[in-house]
């Protein structure tokens, strides 16, 4: 014959107390450890990628050709390198500027890049216009803006003559 208490004991869990809570223990221990790893293995992951977005960019002079090479009056399209090149940008770390020589010893530049989102501009001589491809942005020949949805004037960039070669100062360009 079965009585009341039986039926209790067959509800009771068949391991004792302590060996759940160690077990509880263990699966919070390791899932601590779990996101300890991911931490560790994700902070420098992250760091390296974003680090770009902090990092200062320096202006630095390039070499951009002789002084001969430059017509007075003429404006033309100058290639260098970028003042911070990322170690994996490839030719994308090369950039340009109009330049124009405006007497035997002024040069004013232009970043190629439009305020408005970046697309390169073309100079039409012509004209005596930059124009921008992308959305009708059109600019004078000094840089500022005549037409369109650029918010600002081309951006400049410093121009110095030294030991008959004609340097530009890079720097960040700043896009809207
Ligand atoms: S990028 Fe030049 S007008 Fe939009």
Redesign the pocket.
């Known amino acids: 014959m079965t009585n009341k208490n039986d039926k209790t004991e067959q509800l009771q869990p068949t391991e004792p107390a302590p060996r759940i809570q160690r077990r509880r223990f263990l699966e919070r221990l390791s899932v601590a450890l779990g996101v300890v790893a991911g931490a560790v293995l994700a902070v420098p992951g992250f760091g390296f990628i974003f680090s770009p977005l902090w990092r200062k960019t320096p202006r630095v002079w390039r070499y951009i050709g002789r002084l001969e090479e430059f017509k007075v009056g003429q404006t033309v399209n100058v290639a260098f390198l970028d003042s911070s090149p990322l170690p994996w940008a490839g030719v994308t770390a090369r950039t340009a500027a109009w330049l124009r020589r405006e007497s035997e010893d002024k040069f004013i530049a232009f970043a190629v890049n ?6 390169p ?1 073309r100079w039409l001589p012509k004209a005596n216009l930059f124009m ?6 059109v600019y004078y020949s000094d840089g500022r803006v005549a037409a ?3 918010p600002r004037p081309l951006t400049r960039f410093s121009v110095r003559v030294r030991n008959g070669g004609v340097e530009i100062e890079t720097g960040p360009i700043p896009i809207t």
């Open positions: 439009c305020s408005h989102l970046g697309c501009v921008c491809p992308c959305h009708g942005g369109g949805p650029p």
